[in-house]
């Protein structure tokens, strides 16, 4: 494998990739472990494809900022905030945005979380956005990802994706809400007091 380059895709996936490569989870684990794949080559494992991460801007950067500050305001005890960091799903092992995931800053010093310790993921997205809404969205439906944010930098709004499907030929979430500035997106962690977050505070 070391002697062949590895197939790798660019977002969005679409269903255009039938037949070609997959990669269990495994699989790629033991390419990061022999050294074959590393942080140079800005990849991450998207339902079995290796595809290479979306280049950043400041306004993506800065608006991850904008939400990592809100969101830790309103943060209980017993739960951690990570920020661009791996999650090992079972065909998959993305690096969203933000995720609000059991625990603390020691509880994944050893693995990456999985699906049972996520509340809430949240991708931010200008030049992803399609690929958020129609690559990721149904990986993190059928992972029964309780809730999923959309940071909207087109449309200037918070895009609110509840109740996944879990896994079936076509997962989704079955309720979606859009949040506009003067809004307040309603948070509420499992076990905990509900929070709500100012749509002003999430954007630029």
């Excluded at 140079?40 to 595809?51: I, S, T």
């Excluded at 017993?78 to 999650?87: A, E, V, Y």
């Excluded at 030049?127 to 990721?136: A, M, N, Q």
């Excluded at 709004?157 to 979606?176: C, K």
């Amino acid at each position: 494998m070391a002697n062949q380059p590895l197939p790798t895709y660019r977002l969005p996936l679409r269903a255009t990739l039938a037949g070609f490569r997959r990669f269990s989870v495994a699989e790629y684990h033991k390419l990061i472990e022999h050294g074959i794949l590393t942080e140079n080559d800005h990849l991450e494992l998207l339902d079995g494809y290796l595809v290479e991460k979306m280049p950043h801007d400041p306004i993506h950067d800065g608006t991850i900022q904008l939400v990592e500050d809100a969101l830790r305001t309103v943060l209980p005890s017993g739960w951690c905030l990570r920020i661009q960091s791996s999650l090992t799903l079972s065909r998959s092992e993305p690096e969203p945005d933000l995720v609000i995931a059991r625990g603390d800053k020691r509880t994944y010093l050893h693995r990456h979380p999985v699906a049972t310790d996520i509340a809430l993921i949240v991708e931010v997205s200008n030049t992803s956005l399609e690929s958020d809404r129609d690559d990721k969205l149904p990986i993190y439906a059928a992972e029964n990802i309780p809730v999923y944010w959309i940071v909207n930098l087109i449309d200037y709004q918070i895009e609110v994706y509840e109740q996944p499907s879990g896994p079936s030929l076509s997962p989704i979430y079955g309720t979606h809400r859009t949040y506009k500035r003067g809004d307040l997106v309603p948070l509420q962690l499992p076990g905990t007091a509900p929070a709500t977050v100012p749509v002003n505070d999430l954007l630029p």
